[in-house]
């Protein structure tokens, strides 16, 4: 068979059923592939940037997805390079599969021919130009191999349209994934780290992405019920308990964080990380004020990430879920002997941080503020929503506000955070599990960044709902100059001579969307923003189309952070709640 039948192959043998790209003529030989071996369905992108971000997106819905993305040679190849910078920050597998020049014209400046491997390099765990047919299996194997080993991320393969269409001799029924290589902690390891543990009268988990692409949640929830020791969730980690769950103790950092979560971690006098990065988001950049009166364990599958941002007090290397299997045994042993000591006034204390040190949310005031948007989806949006969405104010205001009960239904890009992201991985995420409700979240520049994608939902009635909140400004660069004393080439205002009755809001997206075969409403009065909502997704499931509900807001809204880079000193610009109908949807009731 040929070597991009071999391929092919292989894809099927790992668990690929679903690739996303977009075709031509230096990968249509794998194309062909594709189509007749049957197996793998295919979605068509309008960019390949997006097909590489609906890769993710699909990886991220669920434990064993593993997202594949393909082009063509040149510029399909560096459009993919977002995508892979994506999700080597974030941990995420995917496979990017270019075309590219015959392997004799390669360095002759062909049509065409740029060196992606070398460009990919970067940014993937391996990025390979195969120039002889015969290792194509091969190839293809260690890359899986690679993706699901140590700390996941992406490959790139590139290959030469001569390569593709050369025979060579492959048996893919005796066709076997090499074994997955994850370390793993041991006993003793274990038993020193819970040892700080029980020596700490405050203690706290931080807990990663790492243990939910491990698929650990439940054994995190179980240690932490088991040792009464609450749980503090990164940006990538939301999830791994519910929101509402009496040991979770909110999110920390300058940004993406809730007042009684960095209230509850600066009360801590220990820490157990496991599967998190420490980034700057999360700590600060003062890393004084988030180690100094705390020790620190740290648990991650990557050994050079232990001691990259700071040294802990004692470092392991392991995969979440070895370790946390380990944890749970540990402690429930101790549990047996009487060992573990009673934390209830510890936790108490933290849960009346979060009964009191709520944010306002309920404004009713026209042009709408944010805040009231996403009490509203609270509202709508029940537990088992997806919600998808990538970098902004919004996505800042909306980790503070909106609450997730399950792993993998908070799917956001941490590290990279590109615009235009959200829509893709929404995508991909839908495609992933049709059934989810999935609630993609954007300002309007994200929103306007790969907005074409938004066609491919049309074609292949991939519903979901996107809530876009519209202030036609570059919110959080606006913000992040207000220290610089400027406010440069970041409002995005004009009139727009077909659409008058919009104002200075520039971009009519209700025709955009509609002209890309989707619905759309527009919503002014935040009052009518509920009944937009349930309309999405009536329209949603009616039409099998993406559906965009544009809520308008006021032009300026400074949403809470820290300007001074530190987590003890977050500015509030917005009254606070001080009465429970400030925060209708809290977490908690308010207590005054």
């Given amino acids: 068979m040929t070597a991009a039948r071999a391929a092919v192959e292989i894809l099927k043998r790992e668990g690929v059923t679903k690739a996303f790209g977009v075709p031509g003529a230096a990968i249509n030989p794998f194309y062909r592939e594709l189509k007749e071996s049957g197996g793998v369905d295919h ?103 690679l993706m699901r080993s140590g700390r996941p991320g992406p490959v790139l393969i590139d290959l030469p349209i001569d390569v593709q269409l050369t025979e060579i001799e492959f048996d893919p029924e005796t066709y076997e994934p090499l074994p997955v290589y994850k370390p793993s902690a041991t006993r003793a390891q274990i038993e020193k780290a819970i040892s700080f543990l029980l020596q700490s009268q405050r203690p706290l988990i931080v807990a ?44 920390v950092g300058l940004q993406t964080s809730h007042r009684y979560g960095n209230a509850n971690f600066l009360e801590s006098d220990f820490v157990l990380g496991i599967g998190n990065r420490w980034a700057n988001r999360h700590t600060g950049y003062k890393l004084d004020v988030y180690t100094k009166g705390r020790k620190f364990v740290h648990v991650d599958i990557e050994p050079t990430q232990i001691g ?85 104010l919004s996505q800042i205001a909306g980790a503070q506000m909106l609450h997730v009960y399950k792993p993998r239904h908070w799917i956001n890009c941490g590290q990279a955070g590109p615009l235009g992201w959200t829509i893709p991985a929404a995508l991909g995420v839908a495609t992933a599990d049709p059934e989810a409700p999935v609630v993609a979240l954007s300002g309007d520049y994200d929103f306007q960044f790969m907005i074409e994608e938004l066609a491919v939902g049309a074609q292949h009635k991939i519903p979901y709902v996107h809530v876009l909140v519209n202030n036609s400004y570059l ?50 009065d935040p009052n009518e923003l509920g009944a937009a909502l349930e309309e999405a997704k009536k329209l949603a499931a009616e039409h099998r189309v993406p559906v965009v509900v544009e809520a308008i807001l006021e032009r300026i809204t400074n949403i809470a952070m820290s300007k001074t880079a530190d987590i003890s000193d977050v500015t509030e610009f917005e009254e606070l709640a001080t009465e429970p109908g400030h925060a209708p949807t809290a977490i908690k009731p308010l207590k005054s």
């Avoid at 393909?70 to 995420?92: E, F, K, N, Q, R």
């Avoid at 062909?110 to 491997?117: G, N």
Wanted: charged share 20%; hydrophobic share 40%.
């Fill in 43 to 145: 979605t068509l992108a309008r960019h390949v940037e997006g097909a590489s971000h609906m890769a993710e997106g699909y990886t991220r819905a669920n434990p064993d997805n593993i997202g594949v993305c393909i082009g063509t040679s040149g510029p399909a190849g560096t459009d993919m390079i977002t995508g892979l910078y994506s999700a080597i920050g974030d941990s995420i597998p995917i496979l990017c599969i270019t075309g590219q020049a015959p392997t004799n014209v390669i360095h002759k400046e062909d049509f065409q021919a740029v060196d992606i491997a070398s460009i990919a390099k970067p940014v993937t765990k391996a990025a390979t130009t195969v120039l002889e047919a015969a290792q194509v299996p091969g190839v293809f194997q260690h890359a899986f191999h």
């Fill in 208 to 251: 990663g992405g790492g243990i939910i692409n491990a698929d650990a949640s439940d054994l995190l929830v179980q240690f932490a019920e088991l040792t009464g020791t609450p749980v503090i969730p990164t940006l990538m980690g939301w999830g791994v308990l519910p929101d509402d769950h009496e040991l979770n103790a909110g999110m």
């Fill in 308 to 392: 990259k941002i700071f040294a802990p007090d004692y470092g392991i290397a392991s995969d979440a879920k070895a370790a946390l299997e380990l944890f749970v045994e540990v402690a429930k042993e101790l549990k047996a002997a009487g060992k573990l000591p009673d934390r209830s006034e510890w936790v108490a204390s933290t849960q009346e941080r979060k009964a009191t040190l709520q944010r306002r949310t309920h404004f009713d005031d026209i042009p709408m503020k944010p805040q009231r948007v996403y009490e509203e989806m609270n509202k709508a949006f029940g537990p088992e929503t997806r919600y998808v969405t990538t970098i902004g």
């Fill in 475 to 524: 919110g959080l660069i606006r913000q992040a100059q207000i220290g610089l004393d400027i406010n440069f080439q970041v409002n995005l205002e004009f009139e727009n001579i077909n659409s008058p009755e919009i104002g200075v809001y520039g971009v009519d997206h209700v025709k955009v969307v509609e002209g890309l075969g989707c619905k759309a409403v527009r919503v002014t």
